[in-house]
Nanobody
Framework: VQLQASGGGLVQAGGSLRLSCAAS????????MGWYRQAPGKQRGLVAL???????TYADSVEGRFTISRDNAKNTVYLQMNSLKPEDTAVYYC???????????WGQGTQVTVSS
């Protein structure tokens, strides 16, 4: 599965961004889809996950501020990020499959920078 994340940018604290991730292939609706992020000097970690049934899981640090959604007709998963904080600054990636069992290429990700 090839994935292309986009929508990152520079935003002030308290602002919002919406990330998009377009996936290749015809089996998109069968996959769990997740958003991950990696800040400088830190390991990449899960931010949000949506199963193929629509169940969602969020990292504690983003619960209530971020919302993951998907459009299976467009092979796209989204991450709406509100009330952004400087600590949300990272490169954001998307991938298919459950954490630890991802099946796509990580790609370049999309940079999100939140200024204070």
């Amino acid at each position: 599965v090839q994935l292309q994340a986009s929508g990152g940018g520079l935003v002030q604290a308290g602002g919002s961004l919406r990330l998009s991730c377009a996936a290749s292939g015809s089996r998109f609706s069968l996959y769990a889809m997740g958003w991950y992020r990696q800040a400088p000097g830190k390991q990449r970690g899960l931010v949000a996950l949506m199963t193929r049934a629509g169940s969602t899981t969020y990292a504690d640090s983003v619960e209530g501020r971020f919302t993951i959604s998907r459009d299976n007709a467009k092979n796209t998963v989204y991450l709406q990020m509100n009330s952004l904080k400087p600590e949300d600054t990272a490169v954001y990636y998307c991938n298919a499959g459950l954490p630890g069992q991802v099946i796509g290429d990580w790609g370049q990700g999309t940079q999100v920078t939140v200024s204070s």
